[in-house]
């Protein structure tokens, strides 16, 4: 078993890679390999399972999509956000709305690193920073 | 006087008759006479000549006090005009110092009143530099809590304001815009 940081990496990328089916993390395969890793208990065994889970954590955040609106969307809306995602990013992307009243109005997207931002909150904030204001 | 000579070339018995009438002892007047010139002799020798000595050194030391102190006198005057000369001198001298003295005080003084100058020179800049920043803090500080002011009461308003199709119009341009990154 691997006892360097590369060859940690290494190894957790190798398990990664098997998990990935059709550009997608199959959960059942990412649960076997997690058991597996386990029972085994080699050296560095709790290092590759970190790394494997940082893995997963990036697939996750590349392939969700946080979505938070100042009041509840309708499903029509929520349609027309899943299908502007999937047209943007290609692979079928799971939503999560969430309803936050701090937004006032308006929708916000996050997505991995991307974030669109539509919401009352967000121009209010630019309009502070022209004030010199650093947060509201 | 001629008289009696006559009187003796006419008659010398009549001499000695006026003589004796008038009791002349011819020896003893010569003895007389003599000894009169051993004293005058004698008061000559040994008295009149010491006492002349003594009166010519006293005249002597006399012209040599006179000489002396002609001499003092003249040292005193020489000795005078030295001081004044001296004192003149001095007076000029002091007068140069005092000159000098005054000129430096002067240099002095104008060096100090330059450097016066200077340091209130920066000091007014220095705080007119301070009155500027402080002018601009105050200046941001007012922008930043009329902003705070302005955004606090644009989210309340905006709050109640929002409709519902509002609401939805603005999802709407959320979408719109992730169809444009498409």
Aim: charged share 30%; glycine share 4%; hydrophobic share 45%.
């Amino acid at each position: 078993m691997p006892a360097t940081t590369s060859q940690v990496r290494r190894a957790a990328k190798r398990l990664y890679r098997w998990c990935v089916v059709n550009e997608k993390v199959e959960e059942g395969r990412a649960r076997a390999v997690v058991e597996r890793v386990l029972t085994s208990r080699r050296r560095g065994y709790l290092s590759v399972l970190g790394e494997f889970k940082r893995l997963l954590t990036i697939d996750s955040a590349r392939h969700t999509a946080k979505i938070d609106s100042a009041v509840p969307l309708q499903i029509d809306l929520q349609t027309r956000i899943k299908e502007g995602l999937s047209r943007v990013y290609g692979d079928p992307i799971h939503a999560q709305f969430a309803q936050n009243p701090d937004l006032i109005g308006g929708i916000r997207i996050q997505i991995s690193s991307d974030v669109y931002d539509g919401t009352v909150k967000s121009r209010l904030q630019a309009l502070a920073a022209s004030f010199g204001i650093r947060s509201t | 006087m001629n008289a009696l000579i006559l009187l003796t070339q006419n008659d010398p018995g009549q001499i000695q008759q006026i003589a004796t009438t008038f009791g002349v002892d011819w020896p003893h007047l010569v003895a007389q006479i003599i000894s009169f010139c051993i004293v005058c002799f004698l008061l000559h020798r040994f008295a009149y000549k010491p006492v002349l000595q003594v009166l010519a050194q006293r005249r002597e030391l006399i012209a040599q006090d006179v000489v002396d102190r002609e001499k003092i006198k003249a040292e005193l005057e020489k000795a005078e005009a030295e001081r004044r000369r001296i004192m003149l001198q001095a007076d000029a001298k002091a007068t140069k110092v005092i000159e000098e003295t005054h000129a430096a005080a002067a240099r002095l003084l104008e060096q100090e009143m330059q450097k016066a100058v200077s340091v209130a020179e920066q000091v007014i800049a220095k705080a007119r530099e301070a009155a500027l920043l402080e002018h601009d803090r105050m200046l941001a500080e007012l922008k930043r809590e009329i902003g705070a002011m302005v955004v606090e009461a644009t989210a309340s308003i905006t709050r109640k304001m929002l409709t519902s199709d509002d609401q939805r119009r603005m999802a709407e341009e959320t979408i719109k815009s992730l169809g444009r990154a498409a």
